[in-house]
């Protein structure tokens, strides 16, 4: 779209949100997405918004990160961004929420991150699972309840993901059969826990420093599950202090032997990895078959 387009696209969603003619005085390209264009929109009178757009995206993917926030939102424990709609526009789809300016962080930062985490995780349910199935990264993640904690990972994370992946020859049969055998071994190497309600797509890239120097998470795809997982997701690419981690095991301790789960857990953001940008990831997943099998 041109310059006036793109203008008119942002009045017209951002006043049918608010339910009131608004003027759009300015917008600007906000870097870091590779899915979407993000872009912050300022008004008269109405105060900056951020809106993410695509024209390409499932139609209900911005529904499900609008409720992802909401959930998140309401639980209370870190700050979330308010979600003020979604919707589509002559076939563009988007989500509205309010424009969270960043900020120099405290020095209690990681302090409070962590604890904030852990308060989150002991928001607990009966089953693992969630109301709707979701997306991770643009890739669908189906979240069927289930009883147990085993069987929600193996049947709603690893083997969704290596069914895709060998439909998408990322990967041959062979290695689908040895991921198979591995599996096997999960229900003697990992805990069960209660179902923790989880941001479900906590690495570095989806959380900042908000203008009051404190976390801000953003980009959910939320559900209920082992909080390893998320811990776990945590150490994958880094960019979460020891700190954070101190405060967090000193307020919610984990079971013990988690830093030898880290690698299993990680598998699945893995596989997501080889699904969506191609066998470079696949080298992660050979170290751990290898080192379990």
């Known amino acids: ?20 003619p608004v003027k759009v005085t300015r917008y600007s390209p906000i870097g870091g997405g590779c899915i979407h264009q993000a ?40 700050y979330v961004p308010e979600p003020l709609g979604y919707g589509q526009d002559d076939h ?27 308060d989150l995780h ?15 990264g643009r890739l ?11 069987d929600f990972f ?32 999960l229900p003697d190497m990992l805990p069960e826990e209660p179902p923790s309600l989880l941001h479900g797509d906590l690495w570095s890239g989806n959380f900042m420093t908000g203008s009051g120097g404190y976390a801000v998470i953003i980009d959910p795809a939320v559900y209920y599950g082992n909080r390893e997982i998320e811990l776990s997701f945590t150490r994958m690419f880094g960019g979460f202090d020891d ?6 095991h000193r307020a919610y ?10 690698d299993i857990y990680n598998l699945y953001p893995t596989l997501v990895h080889v699904n969506l940008f191609g066998s470079s990831y696949l080298s992660g997943l050979e170290r751990v078959l290898r080192r379990f099998t």
């Not at 992946?165 to 071994?185: C, E, P, T, Y």
């Open 154 to 185: 193996i049947g709603m994370r690893l083997d969704v993901q290596l069914k895709m992946a060998v439909d998408m020859h990322r990967v041959d049969q062979a290695f689908s059969r040895r991921f198979g055998d591995f599996m096997k071994l």
């Open 140 to 150: 669908p993640q189906r979240n069927d309840y289930m009883g147990n904690w085993i």
């Open 243 to 248: 700190t954070f981690y101190h405060f967090y």
């Open 253 to 262: 301790p984990l079971a013990p032997g988690f830093e030898e789960r880290v």
């Open 92 to 118: 563009r789809s988007y989500i509205i929420t309010e424009f969270t300016e960043s900020g120099r962080r405290e020095p209690d930062f990681w302090e409070k991150f962590g604890n904030g985490l852990a």
């Open 122 to 136: 002991r928001q607990h349910a009966d089953r693992y699972g969630f109301e709707h199935d979701n997306y991770i």
């Open 39 to 78: 872009v912050k929109v300022e008004t008269s009178g109405h105060g900056p918004f951020f809106v993410k757009s695509n024209d390409a995206v499932d139609a209900d993917m911005f529904e499900k990160e609008y409720l992802g926030l909401i959930k998140l939102r309401a639980a209370g424990t870190l």
């Open 1 to 20: 779209m041109n310059d006036r387009d793109q203008k008119n696209f942002y009045e017209t969603i951002i006043s049918r949100t608010l339910s009131c």
